[in-house]
């Protein structure tokens, strides 16, 4: 059997891939910055999983990965925003190519972004600098250039789910007439597991699309054609960049930071050069409409096997690490602590399990304000809903936390706070005693965290006093 290395394993793309590979009969090691968000499944597969902590801007780390790997997946990339961007995606694949050369692995596979323009954004130009890094190492490599991925959680669905869900005449940047070509999650799926250790892609790159050549305008219209909704879209000649960005970051669920880098790279045309790579693989890639039909009817099952809200570029943390906040801090702290004897133990953790999202919380106004709050100061808001209605993982995002803990049958759920706050949030809920125990803790950061607690405060009787007594009772 052999071992495949796959970074970037709890991102969009990694969380979709491992399960395919397993079933492909390969043996994973799952490299992640953060052990405590990804776990093994139940099932038979778990023994064929290996999962490892490494960072890949931090040398000292890189020891873990194994020497006896066949072959490996580069999945990762930044749309952060981060100022020194460009330097880091590039310290990231100098390390990575360093490390692999160093193993006994044959081929190495890249998920990258079309780039057969002259002048290129900064994300995709970046992009271009990591693919020419890793083709320096002493493996076989192969570049997997595509646009907007199309499926179930993936941002650039969203934004369009989004924009056309929420606006029947939109007033819209030029960069709407704008040519993409873009692609199912199901088709990119296909390339990147029937690449794996085919000798006719070695050191070669291959752009990989749907048949489809769209403009963004084009893309919104056939998404509201496939619901049945009708929209009226006009674009202005003027609107610049920052503008644009902000347009997307009010409307749609993106984050400011995110809004921006997809901006940037809007305005460049992805269009492939060719599709050689699928009558060479014998893929046939679906149509646009397709892919929104197929992303339509998972979303319906609650079928999202991964999300962009749940990667940390969906918040405003730069932490890429979950635990560091898995311990409570008790000194220094506000802690709003409340309990009630609940009625029927797996109600109450049902009930516990389906906060936030569509289902929302106990006086949704006001958390609805504290969202919009959040909003107009840059942070995420409410905007980022759930990936699933009524299962949680660790790593997840829910609304405007994180979810750092939660483990059904001990009935304990622990939530850290992403929104902009002088200071860091918990919120806790746990089953003992025949008691549901809710405990919010705030640990300020200097007078204005303080003040910023005192001025709430008054709220907590009616938020989490009902709160409580809605998740044990089910009485609002």
């Not at 050549?213 to 998404?223: D, Q, S, V």
């Not at 918040?315 to 409570?328: D, G, I, R, T």
């Not at 906060?355 to 919380?361: I, K, V, Y």
């Not at 025949?434 to 938020?463: D, E, M, S």
């Given at each position: 059997m052999k071992k495949i290395l796959l970074t970037g394993a709890t991102g969009y793309i990694g969380k979709r891939l491992l399960p395919a590979l397993l079933e492909n009969n390969y043996k994973v090691i799952c490299c992640t910055r953060d052990k405590y968000r990804l776990k093994k499944p139940d099932n038979d597969f778990a023994e064929h999983i290996e999962i490892i902590e490494v960072d890949f801007l931090k040398p000292e780390t890189l020891s873990a990965i194994p020497e006896d790997i066949d072959g490996a997946y580069y999945l990762m990339h930044s749309m952060s925003g981060a100022k020194n961007f460009e330097d880091l995606e590039q310290q990231t694949a100098i390390n990575f190519t360093k490390a692999i050369s160093k193993t006994n692995c044959q081929h190495v596979i890249y998920l990258t972004g079309i780039v057969n323009e002259k002048q290129l954004s900064k994300h995709l130009a970046s992009r271009l600098k990591v693919e020419e890094e890793l083709t320096k190492g002493n493996f076989h490599f192969t570049a997997l250039r595509a646009g907007i991925i199309i499926g179930s959680g993936s941002a650039s669905f969203e934004i369009i789910r989004d924009l056309v869900e929420k606006l029947p005449i939109m007033i819209t940047p030029k960069w709407l007439h704008t040519k993409c070509q873009p692609i199912g999650i199901a088709n990119v799926l296909d390339f990147l597991i029937k690449t794996l250790f085919c000798e006719k892609t070695y050191d070669k790159n291959f752009d990989i699309a749907s048949p489809d050549?769209?403009?963004?305008?084009?893309?919104?219209?056939?998404?509201?054609?496939?619901?049945?909704?009708?929209?009226?879209?006009?674009?202005?000649?003027?609107?610049?960049?920052?503008?644009?960005?902000?347009?997307?970051?009010?409307?749609?669920?993106?984050?400011?930071?995110?809004?921006?880098?997809?901006?940037?790279?809007?305005?460049?045309?992805?269009?492939?050069?060719?599709?050689?790579?699928?009558?060479?693989?014998?893929?046939?890639?679906?149509?646009?409409?397709?892919?929104?039909?197929?992303?339509?009817?998972?979303?319906?099952?609650?079928?999202?096997?991964?999300?962009?809200?749940?990667?940390?570029?969906?918040?405003?943390?730069?932490?890429?690490?979950?635990?560091?906040?898995?311990?409570?801090?008790?000194?220094?702290?506000?802690?709003?602590?409340?309990?009630?004897?609940?009625?029927?133990?797996?109600?109450?953790?049902?009930?516990?399990?389906?906060?936030?999202?569509?289902?929302?919380?106990?006086?949704?106004?006001?958390?609805?304000?504290?969202?919009?709050?959040?909003?107009?100061?840059?942070?995420?808001?409410?905007?980022?809903?759930?990936?699933?209605?009524?299962?949680?993982?660790?790593?997840?995002?829910?609304?405007?936390?994180?979810?750092?803990?939660?483990?059904?049958?001990?009935?304990?759920?622990?939530?850290?706070?992403?929104?902009?706050?002088?200071?860091?949030?918990?919120?806790?809920?746990?089953?003992?005693?025949?008691?549901?125990?809710?405990?919010?803790?705030?640990?300020?950061?200097?007078?204005?965290?303080?003040?910023?607690?005192?001025?709430?405060?008054?709220?907590?009787?009616?938020?989490?006093?009902?709160?409580?007594?809605?998740?044990?009772?089910?009485?609002?």
């Open positions: 050549i769209l403009t963004y305008k084009e893309m919104l219209l056939g998404y509201a054609e496939e619901r049945g909704l009708k929209r009226y879209i006009y674009t202005l000649p003027v609107m610049t960049p920052r503008l644009s960005s902000y347009w997307l970051y009010f409307i749609t669920s993106t984050t400011y930071r995110l809004a921006v880098a997809l901006v940037d790279s809007m305005k460049i045309a992805v269009v492939a050069r060719d599709q050689k790579i699928n009558e060479l693989l014998a893929v046939q890639p679906f149509g646009y409409k397709e892919a929104i039909k197929r992303t339509l009817s998972k979303i319906e099952a609650h079928e999202i096997v991964s999300s962009w809200r749940d990667s940390f570029v969906s918040s405003l943390s730069h932490k890429n690490s979950l635990e560091q906040f898995m311990e409570v801090p008790k000194h220094g702290c506000f802690v709003d602590l409340k309990s009630k004897t609940y009625q029927n133990k797996q109600q109450t953790i049902d009930r516990i399990w389906s906060l936030g999202g569509r289902q929302g919380w106990y006086a949704q106004r006001l958390w609805k304000l504290r969202g919009f709050i959040d909003q107009i100061f840059g942070g995420v808001g409410l905007r980022r809903g759930r990936t699933h209605p009524t299962k949680l993982a660790v790593g997840d995002a829910l609304d405007f936390w994180r979810v750092l803990y939660a483990d059904r049958e001990e009935g304990k759920l622990l939530l850290f706070a992403e929104m902009k706050l002088p200071g860091e949030a918990w919120l806790e809920f746990k089953l003992e005693n025949n008691k549901l125990r809710q405990k919010a803790v705030f640990r300020p950061k200097g007078i204005l965290g303080r003040l910023y607690w005192y001025t709430v405060f008054p709220f907590h009787g009616i938020v989490f006093k009902g709160l409580v007594n809605y998740l044990a009772t089910g009485n609002k």
